[in-house]
T-cell receptor
Framework: GESVGLHLPTLSVQEGDNSIINCAYS??????FIWYKQESGKGPQFIID?????DKRQGQRVTVLLNKTVKHLSLQIAATQPGDSAVYFC???????????FGGGTRVLVKP | EAGVAQSPRYKIIEKRQSVAFWCNPI?????LYWYQQILGQGPKLLIQ????????DSQLPKDRFSAERLKGVDSTLKIQPAKLEDSAVYLC??????????FGPGTRLTVL
């Protein structure tokens, strides 16, 4: 069945370093992917998205890479800051409807 | 632009009691979603509305959960009767016709 998962449940990173969060998906028909950031006590916050016809997209300090061959998605955060400490979720959407399927999340801890 | 509003933010009830959550989506967003997020997991879609019609309620436990969006704007989600396993954060999200869903802060439900 459809599934979206993350390789690392917790990522500890030094402030100023780059972070890479990985995500695997199993539904080859998925055509849209989103990364969300969720801080404690808050709802998920949109970070960046990418469509299946692209393999890279950049935002402010973030880059999402999509490798459809191995069904892998990654989020890169440049110059990680304390405010980046949160749980990060990837989510995928199939070609029909607008239903998002979320992975289990990766916690990012930024060390000062 | 105001975000998705939810209330209450916290609710504690005993099992077999009833509870209701309220959501006001971003103005102009036709699609509204209710998610259940159990601690340590990604959000799981319960129900999706397009205006005041249900698009997807395949994962809604209909024996105890109900939701409505009578005028195509605000929505309520009800649980009757609640079970211990319903303890979770209930998230509301909304979107326009594009893919990006914007989430509210959620309601944390504790069932004792």
């Amino acid at each position: 069945g459809e599934s979206v998962g993350l390789h690392l449940p917790t990522l500890s990173v030094q402030e100023g370093d780059n972070s890479i969060i990985n995500c695997a998906y199993s539904n080859s028909a998925s055509d849209y992917f989103i990364w969300y950031k969720q801080e404690s006590g808050k709802g998920p916050q949109f970070i960046i998205d990418i469509r299946s016809n692209m393999d890279k997209r950049q935002g402010q300090r973030v880059t999402v890479l999509l490798n459809k061959t191995v069904k892998h998605l990654s989020l890169q955060i440049a110059a990680t800051q304390p405010g980046d400490s949160a749980v990060y979720f990837c989510a995928e959407k199939g070609a029909a409807g607008n239903k998002l399927t979320f992975g289990g999340g990766t916690r990012v801890l930024v060390k000062p | 632009e105001a975000g998705v509003a939810q209330s209450p933010r916290y609710k504690i009830i005993e099992k077999r009691q009833s509870v209701a959550f309220w959501c006001n989506p971003i103005s102009g967003h036709a699609t509204l979603y209710w998610y259940q997020q159990i601690l340590g997991q990604g959000p799981k879609l319960l129900i999706q509305f397009q205006n005041n019609g249900v698009v997807d309620d395949s994962q809604l436990p209909k024996d105890r959960f109900s939701a409505e969006r009578l005028k195509g704007v605000d929505s309520t989600l009800k649980i009757q009767p609640a079970k211990l396993e319903d303890s979770a954060v209930y998230l509301c999200a909304s979107s326009q016709t594009t893919d990006t869903q914007y989430f509210g802060p959620g309601t944390r439900l504790t069932v004792l």
